[in-house]
């Protein structure tokens, strides 16, 4: 049984690393299949920067199951890889599933970095779903931020959707999201934090979120992307900048107003031997 990609266009991928004069940049091209129990995946990866990608691994997850496939020694600029990886999943019922793909590799340095996509699967011919993520917004992030995901319900009736929030290996978010019950036509919005690991200033990261439910028997999933921009860590004195500044030019006008008021009074106070 085959299944149609929910997106089939090639995407390229954020490339997990700072901008420099040399860069790795992977793209992937899948497509899927269901049959006999088994999820095949088949993609074509491809490297359009102009440094070689060192240790490249591509893997499959698809629930709470992952396939790793053979580990590719470099992929140089403008070249491609045909990959395929498979994992038994059992019955799967009707409706759209996310999978992930990711491509573990290192730079030149050994510097490890991990490309991600995430897609979903039709399995039938399941209705468009009645959900949908307006918005994905983080902050520049340096060691801890938040992920701010807005979602509405697009029905009259009230269900409850999961949230996952998943980013590429360097960053990582410590708590899932707790289930979002949504009344009818409601939209909320939910924070998860986020940790920078290992990724360096200057990168930019992909940020996806999927909202799933389940509806008379369908399986039902949408699928949403940020992006994160990773900013090097700053001192107190640094991050409070401003504020201090703020906090001196206040301090120096009360002084000065302090001064001019004392001069004041003591001039309007004449010394009792002036007095007649």
Do not use: C
Request: glycine content about 6%; overall charge positive.
């Amino acid at each position: 049984m085959r299944l149609g990609l929910a997106v089939s266009a090639t995407l390229a991928l954020l490339a997990a690393r700072p901008a420099a004069a040399k860069n790795i940049s992977i793209t992937l091209a899948p497509t899927v299949e269901i049959s006999g129990g088994t999820f095949t995946l088949r993609v074509k990866i491809g490297n359009v920067g102009d440094e070689a990608a060192q240790s490249v691994t591509p893997i499959l997850h698809f629930q709470d199951r992952e396939a790793r496939g053979q580990t590719r020694a470099s992929l140089g600029p403008n070249e491609t890889v045909d990959e395929s990886l498979s994992l038994p999943v059992g019955d799967v019922k009707p409706g759209r599933w996310p999978f992930r793909l990711t491509v573990d590799y290192t730079d030149a340095n050994q510097y490890p970095f991990q490309a991600m996509q995430v897609n979903a699967v039709l399995l039938g011919q399941p209705p468009p779903p009645k959900m949908s993520v307006p918005q994905v917004a983080a902050d520049a992030l340096a060691t801890t931020g938040t992920v701010r995901v807005r979602a509405k319900n697009l029905a009259a009736v009230a269900r409850t959707a999961t949230i996952s929030v998943l980013v590429p290996e360097g960053l990582d978010v410590p708590e899932p999201a707790p289930p979002l019950p949504l009344a009818a036509w409601e939209e909320k919005t939910v924070s998860v934090k986020l940790i920078n690991r290992t990724a360096l200033p200057g990168s930019r990261y992909p940020v996806y979120v999927t909202v799933e439910y389940d509806e008379d028997g369908v399986h039902q999933a949408v699928i949403a992307q940020g992006t994160v921009e990773i900013v090097a860590a700053q001192s107190f004195f640094e991050r409070q900048r401003t504020l201090l500044w703020i906090g001196a030019a206040v301090l120096g006008l009360l002084w000065a107003t302090m001064i001019l008021w004392r001069v004041s009074g003591r001039s309007r106070v004449r010394p009792a031997s002036d007095r007649r």
